[in-house]
């Protein structure tokens, strides 16, 4: 192989320059669906399991530890292998998009849950006595103020989903870890390709993180 300090290399990775940040914003695409579904499916799972109606508190169950139970390698594996032998064809990034918000939407539902379950029992009591219905006092009760104890670990949350797009290069999406990958076999250049996707990944959580923070300080 090369070296990295061969004037070749060099100029080849540079004519491929537009390449990784071409990568970054799959990945940027790939965090943000993923999440937005892995955040839906905590809210209804972590509902579901509160639910008076048991046959719905179980299934929420059964859903929630088969995701939490199965590592995220083999759902992302049974989504895009498997799921085409029972006619269901879906391209690398929508099985990627589903696998990671199944995955994360388990974990995501044990936040939403023990939110719910941290606010007063009495607050819920006052407010059917005082005639809300059961959905009111949920949407205007108790999820304003569970939302506000999700948000600590929230960002933490969204930043695994943000490191585990990474797993995804195992059914060759273009994002950044199979870009690189790829990089590096084609020119040699570890530091420069490697340190952009350190670098890439540090700014996108901080971005995150500062999000979360804005939301916490108001």
Sequence with gaps: RTSFTSPYNVSLLWDARWTPVQATLTTAKLFVLAALLALVLSL?????????????????????EAGRGVSLVVQLFWIFFVLPLFGVTLSATSAAVLALGVCFGAYGSEIVRASLLAIPRGQREAAEALGLSRLRVLALVELPQAFVIMLPPLGNFLVLILKSTSVTALITVPELAFTASALNSNYGANIAVFGYVLFAYYVIARFVLWGRHRLVVG
Excluded: E, M, T
């Excluded at 399991?49 to 169950?61: D, F, P, Q, T, V």
């Design 44 to 64: 209804l799972l972590g509902l579901a399991r509160l639910s008076s109606h048991k046959w719905l508190s179980w299934a929420a169950l059964l859903v929630g």
